[in-house]
């Protein structure tokens, strides 16, 4: 839609017509990644809001960040990329006029622009997010009935619990379907080079494990043990030996992997306090994959 006032009153109209979690996108056709979203909150409230981008996409520029600061625009985690950028508008003047700025101010797109409109809903998203909270208070006790205390939680809110000479990570996760997963990941080797022996070794190593995968991250030179529960689903029981057979068994490996490939075990980074040498992307976290 190129014509400045037919595509005012189309996104009026369909403003007007959002019911709650529903937004309407507007998106410049030459320039995609400048996409804005209206949507209608829980609430009956109104926000702006610029979504957040994949981490293979490029993130939104630092002038572009700034400018949304300026504007009133606030992130809930502004170093991280996939978070949206949201203001809350009293009324459809205010998103529609809070839409030109940001196409014409920030994103330096012209008045005669072609516009795309594209129409969801994120009731999944907040539904997800409802199911979340229930889901890490029930992980919480489980780990706290482990460990004998409240559990350590990482830069992510992800728990993060000692078991014998390594550590596991548990990360509820919300993915875009509206299931609630949870990824039960050691790191268990860094350092490592990356080769094609590596992987067979990795990948053979996979084909005889009943519970668990081992993973390369090779652009952090680091291997993981992971494994995934529905959170639907899983018993406390369930839990409890997923941990253990998470941990034991990269407890069994990663001397060995370090022997076979070099590098370093995780214990021995913990043990040189290195921390920089610590990949901090887990397993399962590509373009897409959670909320």
Not at 98 to 120: N, Q, Y
Not at 203 to 212: E, K, V
């Amino acid at each position: 839609m190129t014509k400045p006032a037919a595509a005012e009153a189309f996104l009026r109209s369909a403003v007007e017509d959002l019911e709650r979690f529903d937004f309407v996108g507007i998106v410049p056709s030459a320039h995609p990644l400048n996409a804005i979203e209206v949507t209608r909150v829980e609430t009956d409230a109104l926000e702006v809001r610029v979504p957040g981008r994949p981490p293979l996409l490029p993130a939104l520029e630092q002038r572009v960040r700034a400018s949304l600061r300026e504007r009133g625009f606030a992130s809930e985690a502004p170093d991280d990329t996939t978070r949206p950028w949201v203001k809350a508008v009293a009324d459809t003047e205010e998103a529609l006029a809070t839409v030109e700025t940001l196409l014409r101010e920030v994103f330096d797109e012209s008045p005669d622009a072609d516009l795309d409109f594209r129409h969801g809903s994120h009731r999944l998203e907040y539904e997800a997010q409802q199911k979340l909270g229930v889901i890490r208070e029930r992980v919480e006790r489980v780990i706290t009935e482990m460990l004998g205390s409240a559990p350590e939680q990482d830069e992510e809110h992800d728990y993060v619990l000692p078991v014998g000479d390594v550590r596991v990570s548990v990360s509820p996760r919300s993915v875009p379907n509206g299931q609630v997963v949870i990824r039960i990941a050691c790191l268990t080797n860094v350092g490592l080079e990356p080769s094609g022996e590596l992987g067979l070794f990795l990948g053979q190593l996979n084909f005889g494990l009943m519970f668990g995968r081992f993973a390369l991250d090779s652009m952090r030179r680091a291997v993981w043990i992971d494994e995934t529960l529905l959170g639907d689903h899983f018993d406390d029981d369930e839990l409890r030996f997923v941990i253990e057979i998470v941990a034991s068994t990269a407890d069994e490996w990663d001397d060995r992997i370090k022997q076979m490939f070099g590098g370093a075990t995780l214990r021995e980074v913990i043990a040189s306090r290195d921390a920089q040498a610590l990949s901090s992307t887990k397993p399962g976290e590509g373009v897409g994959q959670y909320l």
